[in-house]
T-cell receptor, first 112, second 113 residues
Framework: NAGVTQTPKFRILKIGQSMTLQCTQDMNHNYMYWYRQDPGMGLKLIYYSVGAGITDKGEVPNGYNVSRSTTEDFPLRLELAAPSQTSVYFC???????????FGPGTRLTVL | GQQLNQSPQSMFIQEGEDVSMNCTSSSIFNTWLWYKQDPGEGPVLLIALYKAGELTSNGRLTAQFGITRKDSFLNISASIPSDVGIYFCAGQKGAGNNRKLIWGLGTSLAVNP
């Protein structure tokens, strides 16, 4: 299994541009999550999904959108990039019965 | 948002020393997790704890789920340079579609060879 994969690894955006961060897992996990991690800070939940077709807001959803059309994929969309969205973004999926989250390698995004 | 109190914030130790860090909360959790994050990587699970009072080891790492279900600690014995990284605790509450993971802010560990 490749686990959780994320693309791209790095991206620089100009203010107002849009982009989609891709996340794919091959473990057949129902639960998937998007976090952002700012320097010196912990992880903040942006959006999560409990299964295909179901998504819900986390702690910091403003400026982001998600979709979950398949079990494997959980893309995160930034419509109008702002400097405050400069961060490292992690996707994770939840495995059972251990109930633990498995993380992707992250996407480092800079908005200038 | 709700977060766990994780301490210490950072540690700088000599190789071979033991390390201890902990997380506390005013809330009760049904699972405690400890993750390690290497620079430029995503967090990787070290130890998962599922029962109050549970003590679990993974090599040189030992973690305990506090009896009150509001705290947990992680010990690393005989530290080595590759232990360098940021260690996060996370507490899980709720079940099914309502399960939520609350994260500590991390303990940054530096090991002097």
């Amino acid at each position: 299994n490749a686990g959780v994969t994320q693309t791209p690894k790095f991206r620089i955006l100009k203010i107002g541009q849009s982009m989609t961060l891709q996340c794919t897992q091959d473990m057949n996990h129902n639960y998937m999550y998007w976090y952002r991690q700012d320097p010196g800070m912990g992880l903040k939940l942006i959006y999560y999904s409990v299964g295909a077709g179901i998504t819900d807001k986390g702690e910091v959803p403003n400026g982001y959108n998600v979709s979950r059309s398949t079990t494997e994929d959980f893309p995160l969309r930034l419509e109008l990039a702002a400097p405050s969205q400069t961060s490292v973004y992690f996707c994770a999926s939840l495995g059972t019965p251990t109930d633990t989250q498995y993380f992707g390698p992250g996407t480092r995004l800079t908005v200038l | 948002g709700q977060q766990l109190n994780q301490s210490p914030q950072s540690m700088f130790i000599q190789e071979g020393e033991d390390v201890s860090m902990n997380c506390t909360s005013s809330s009760i959790f049904n699972t405690w997790l400890w993750y390690k994050q290497d620079p430029g990587e995503g967090p990787v699970l070290l130890i998962a704890l599922y029962k109050a009072g549970e003590l679990t080891s993974n090599g040189r790492l030992t973690a305990q789920f506090g009896i009150t279900r509001k705290d947990s600690f992680l010990n690393i014995s005989a530290s080595i340079p590759s232990d360098v990284g940021i260690y996060f605790c996370a507490g899980q509450k709720g079940a099914g579609n309502n399960r939520k993971l609350i994260w500590g802010l991390g303990t940054s560990l530096a090991v002097n060879p």
